[in-house]
């Protein structure tokens, strides 16, 4: 049964997709975040967070977000080269085994940065991209680069990023996973997570998009394109159950 203080922006419900992996995801302290306009907090018309569904996190401006972002239709609307950024520190307990998603729209297949992992040392980040007909997924240091080509035109896309000890994966929904092997030096521990940019830097306004942003997940402890373990394959059933029907 779903156990939430927060008014939930979907009908009612204790069964069916949203119910499993509500479920789920509070069962193993991830974080789900809708930016559904009854989880946002308002300050003179711009974003000031976006409340967790599943606990009491909160995703609040980035340092150089000052009032950029903005409430939109079903989601949050992130202004190419502006800093419309979010954050969530600690939003990733253990770098080495985590997964990451994304659920948004790019009329222009620009939305350029998505979401980051920013080792909290400042050693590396990973990070999702989206820009010239790819979405893309890479490390600061250079050490892994996937590629997945996407449709273009405005499309509702669900991205997921997912990293072990030796591999990383990018899932582009409807698709297979695309996977490669190796370490990624300098991101353990514990991790930042940012949704549309890469940090708080003021500068970087290239990696800067256009998109709305509807949901973010994070899966702390999980690799969902490993599917390891029972609970990671569940977790990825529930999220691949849940996409399909609120599509």
């Known amino acids: 049964m779903i156990k939430t203080d927060a008014p939930l922006p979907w009908a009612a419900t204790t069964e069916g997709p949203l119910a499993a992996l509500f479920e789920l995801t509070q069962d193993i302290g991830g974080h789900w975040f809708s930016a559904d306009k009854t989880m946002l907090d308002l300050e003179d018309g711009a974003v000031g967070a976006?409340?967790?569904?599943?606990?009491?996190?909160?995703?609040?401006?980035?340092?150089?977000?000052?009032?950029?972002?903005?409430?939109?239709?079903?989601?949050?609307?992130?202004t190419e080269g502006l800093h419309c950024g979010l954050w969530l520190e600690g939003g990733i307990d253990r770098a080495e085994r985590f997964s990451i998603a994304v659920v948004y729209d790019s009329?222009?297949?620009?939305?350029?940065?998505?979401?980051?992992?920013?080792?909290?040392?400042?050693?590396?980040?990973?990070?999702?991209?989206?820009?010239?007909?790819?979405?893309r997924a890479k490390d600061d240091e250079n050490q892994f680069e996937i590629d997945v080509p996407i449709q273009a035109g405005p499309n509702k896309r669900a991205v997921i990023l997912s990293r072990t000890a030796g591999s990383v994966g990018l899932h582009v929904f409807g698709q297979k996973p695309k996977v490669v092997l190796g370490r990624v030096p300098g991101l353990r521990g514990p991790a930042d997570l940012f949704v549309g940019c890469r940090s708080h830097r003021g500068g970087l306004l290239k990696t800067l998009g256009a998109s709305v942003v509807h949901e973010v997940f994070a899966f702390p402890g999980l690799a969902l394109h490993e599917g390891a373990t029972d609970i990671e394959r569940k977790a990825s059933f529930a999220l691949d159950r849940y996409i399909q029907w609120s599509a």
Do not use: C, H
Not at 57 to 75: C, M
Not at 110 to 134: C, H, P
């Open 50 to 78: 976006i409340r967790g569904l599943t606990n009491d996190a909160k995703l609040t401006p980035v340092e150089p977000n000052e009032g950029n972002l903005k409430p939109g239709s079903g989601g949050v609307v992130f």
């Open 107 to 135: 009329p222009d297949d620009a939305a350029k940065t998505l979401l980051t992992v920013n080792d909290q040392r400042g050693r590396n980040y990973a990070f999702i991209s989206e820009g010239e007909g790819m979405l």
